[in-house]
T-cell receptor, first 117, second 110 residues
Framework: NAGVTQTPKFQVLKTGQSMTLQCAQD?????MYWYRQDPGMGLRLIYY???????DKGEVPNGYNVSRLNKREFSLRLESAAPSQTSVYFC????????????????FGAGSRLTVL | SQQGEEDPQALSIQEGENATMNCSYK?????LQWYRQNSGRGLVHLIL?????REKHSGRLRVTLDTSKKSSSLLITASRAADTASYFC??????????FGSGTQLTVLP
């Protein structure tokens, strides 16, 4: 199984451009997440989707939108990229769902490195 | 949401030595997890310890949790060069989402 697949792996944008990061998982997980990782700041949650059809804001949602296209796919969109959005973006998934019965263990993708000039 | 704080930020040891890193937090948790991140890769789950557990083992990993001190430690015994990575604690509280600390960068020298 591929696990969590993110595309693209690398992207360079100019300020104001838009783009969408794609994420797909093949583990039949209910919940999906988008994090960003910046040097010295760990991972910060941008948006998450507890189950198909729901999305919620995380810690740093400003400047981003998400779409839970179906159970497998969760995309992150930057409508007007800013240099402050230069980061490494990670998609993750977990079995959890809206009413998790156990611990929430995440499986991560390999990351998408975005540079905004 | 609360965030764990790892200590030290960086750790360099010789192959064969033990590596210990710590995570402190401020409010109550349901469980605490440790993840590893190799350079340029995604995070990989290592081990989970629930709030009612004090110690767990997985291979060369030993995790302890002291809820009275709100701290956890990850011990890697007999370190190998392949253990070189960043290690993150992740907290799961009432909000259910995981929050990650800023990590400990471990370098194991051959």
């Amino acid at each position: 199984n591929a696990g969590v697949t993110q595309t693209p792996k690398f992207q360079v944008l100019k300020t104001g451009q838009s783009m969408t990061l794609q994420c797909a998982q093949d583990m039949n997980h209910n919940s999906m997440y988008w994090y960003r990782q910046d040097p010295g700041m760990g991972l910060r949650l941008i948006y998450y989707s507890a189950s198909e059809g729901t999305t919620d804001k995380g810690e740093v949602p400003n400047g981003y939108n998400v779409s839970r296209l179906n159970k497998r796919e969760f995309s992150l969109r930057l409508e007007s990229a800013a240099p402050s959005q230069t980061s490494v973006y990670f998609c993750a998934s977990s079995p959890a769902g809206i009413y998790p019965s156990g611990a929430n263990v995440l499986t991560f993708g390999a990351g998408s490195r975005l540079t905004v000039l | 949401s609360q965030q764990g704080e790892e200590d030290p930020q960086a750790l360099s040891i010789q192959e064969g030595e033990n590596a210990t890193m710590n995570c402190s937090y401020k409010t109550s948790i349901n469980n605490l997890q440790w993840y590893r991140q190799n350079s340029g890769r995604g995070l990989v789950h290592l081990i989970l310890i629930r709030s009612n557990e004090r110690e767990k083992h997985s291979g060369r990993l030993r995790v302890t949790l002291d809820t009275s001190k709100k701290s956890s430690s990850l011990l890697i015994t007999a370190s190998r060069a392949a253990d070189t990575a960043s290690y993150f604690c992740a907290l799961s509280g009432s909000a259910r989402q995981l929050t990650f600390g800023s990590g400990t960068q471990l370098t194991v020298l051959p």
